[in-house]
């Protein structure tokens, strides 16, 4: 069915940048939101943006300023632009992407993200 494929992770010193993508491929449906959650190892997952089909976006306060969600609708695609990072961005990043009409969500297998010295 649907499947979502992230890439753009990787290692990157504190104050630099990285770009992750997601592309949703396989049956095409109707997408209401795309967005990353994260999870540091021994934390909870949590949101750290999304974005609507109208392109509204929703940021955690903790990257405000910092990160930027777009999406390109026709290539149902999302994008991540996270600048600045610190070694509290480390975490396992996870693409999601929300049905229109349909309850269950759809999950990438996460990309590492590792900001350090």
């Known amino acids: 069915q649907v499947q979502l494929v992230e890439s753009g992770g990787g290692l990157v010193q504190p104050g630099g940048s990285l770009r992750l993508s997601c592309a949703a491929s396989?049956?095409?449906?109707?997408?209401?939101?795309m967005g990353w959650y994260r999870q540091a190892p021994g934390k909870q997952r949590e949101l750290v943006a999304d974005i609507t089909s109208r392109l509204r976006t929703n940021y955690a306060d903790s990257v405000k300023g910092r990160f930027t969600i777009s999406r390109d609708n026709a290539k149902n695609t999302v994008y991540l632009q996270m600048n600045s990072l610190s070694p509290e961005d480390t975490a396992v990043y996870y693409c999601?992407?929300?049905?229109?009409?349909?309850?269950?969500?759809?999950w990438g297998q996460g990309t590492q993200v590792t900001v350090s010295s």
């Open positions: 999601y992407a929300k049905p229109e009409f349909i309850r269950s969500d759809y």
């Open positions: 396989g049956t095409i449906v109707s997408i209401y939101a």
